[in-house]
């Protein structure tokens, strides 16, 4: 048995004789700022996990997004939402003609979580299994990457919509996702691999309800057919919260972190910037930004036409050729506000990481300067060099990155930051460190929140 003293080094190592009562993290979003930098960064916070709170699909995020543009926007700013309510634009012109350029930043609204089939209720009929059941469950498959152990023994809800007789009705109800009793669980002595004791196709979620009819009933639903005109997304009923000295958990971080510090850079600047700016908040990006809203559809293209002809920089929409857009965006500048990644213990026990080049919590935003990994988006050396130098002078705190792991497994993983760069925008991806990933609780920390949405600020207004 190997001696420890009781800091928990080996006996002999030369680090027993530190006094840990004198060590202390560095934590540079804190250190040496005033009294009243923290206690913006304090505001910012809750501001910002009072938004988290009232969020968890897309429409949601949409319409707070909407409610902030009411309270905080400008004359000039328009809101443009997609037929799905599941995406946006927050646009502000800017003095310079769009010829010369645009800035984007654009972030996503939906977040890992349950998704109900298109014929997802499910009744035990066998008159002898029948009373094991609890009633009506509801058949879900993972949408985003997500750990199906995580989701089990706690309750959810489940929201989302229908289009039914072209009207479109908000459906919102609790239900349960059960998890084997330990009294009757043998999955620890028959050495079950993690990914065969929870699979994806067991993710039933308990109802409540006797019969099919009633459950129905309930959700405002005629049949079962009107299931395929719905959209519902189980989700956990967990609330953000502030432990520590500045950490932040919560469900959905990824990537609401990135749509609020964004929207509101643009709404708390009260100047008119030099170029138009655009703040998007695109669906679907954790299956790949396809579909109505996504990063990958023509929602963006929708957008810049309108904006293009209502700016009177061009008379009609034929005027508007490919040529012409492919040189506003050698001229733009597009900020992927997606959250970056950022270790945990968790993480460096696994063994993982890079330690040198992930990210790293009270660091200040993260900038991603990673070079064709993840995906194979590449960044130049000149970009990078025109977002660091301005910003060093801005008083900004942040940290630049590159690829979390230690080698490289994402040759597939296809992000936003693609879908624009293929569209000639030069392209880096600036985000909040964020810790235990596509979890039902994420990590963030509140200093690198704010400096993450001033650096947004700096980037709109000064450069």
Known sequence: MVKKNRQGFKIGDPRRSVDLSQLT???PVFDNVSKREREKINLFAKQYMKFQDNVRISPEVVKETA???????SLEDKLIINDDQTAFSLIRPGKKSMMEGIRI?????????????VSPARFEWDPDDQNLHTGVELDTINYGGIHPHQWTGRSLEV???????GKRKKIQFPVYSPETAAHTDTRLEEETEMSEAHLHETLDLDTGY??????????????EEDFARSRLYAVPLIKSAMFGQGYITGYGHDDRAGVFTAVRALLDSKKVPDYTTMIFGFDIEEIGSAGPGGADDKFFERVLHQTLIENEEVGRLEDITEA?????ASKSLAIAADVEFAATTMDLEEGRIDPWNIAKFGYGASINCSDGIMGGDQISPQLIDSIISPLKNKNNIFQLTGGPMIADFSSEIISMN????????????IGVPTGSMHSVEELIHSGDLYHTYKLYKTILNDF
């Open 67 to 73: 409610l902030l543009v009411e309270k905080l926007g």
């Open 159 to 165: 929201r989302g919509w229908s289009i039914i007789d």
């Open 210 to 223: 006797r019969n099919v009819k009633d459950f129905l009933k309930s959700i405002g639903l005629r049949g």
């Open 418 to 429: 693609n879908f624009f760069s293929w569209r000639g925008y030069p392209t880096i991806n």
């Open 25 to 27: 993290r560095p934590v």
């Open 324 to 328: 012409l857009k492919l040189e506003i």
């Open 105 to 117: 930043i654009y972030a996503h609204n939906d977040s890992p979580c349950l998704k109900a089939k």
